[in-house]
């Protein structure tokens, strides 16, 4: 091997790992959401000790938060779809812009039931949050157009040969 393809081999190595890396750690965050959402009834109950407008708004705070978890399940489940087809080496799929659509509407819900638990009882952490997942889901929808034009492309090229 030459030096150029040690090199080329190393950093194609290094961007593997760096993904597989990425994958587990979306699983670990999939499954901990799932956690945390489950145990929602109590760590709103524990909050609340801390925080009376938590021990007042209750029930409203834990549908709220019960939606907000699955949708962040879902957005991650997304993601961990996506990372599929980036260890496969087959990122431009058909697949991908569905999820990138998908991610996008989730990150608007997600803005949306921030909303309402602003108008409950506001903090500047969620009005960061709307902030944040406003920007996630711009950043996604335009990133599936830009995936749907890849596809389109790599589909073209495929049939060329």
Known sequence: MTGKSK???AGLEKRQRLTVWTKYF???MFYAGILVTISLPLSIHWIGSYLPQFEQHYGILLVIYFILGVSAVLLIHELRRIFCTVLARDCFVQENVGSLRRMGT???FIVV???VRCAVCFTIAMAV???VFVIA???SKVLACV???AVRYKEENDMTI
């Open 113 to 115: 039931m921030g909303m």
């Open 137 to 139: 889901g711009l950043f």
């Open 129 to 131: 949050v709307i902030f």
């Open 106 to 108: 989730i990150s608007f």
């Open 147 to 149: 995936f749907e034009e």
């Open 7 to 9: 090199e080329q081999a």
């Open 26 to 28: 979306l699983d670990f």
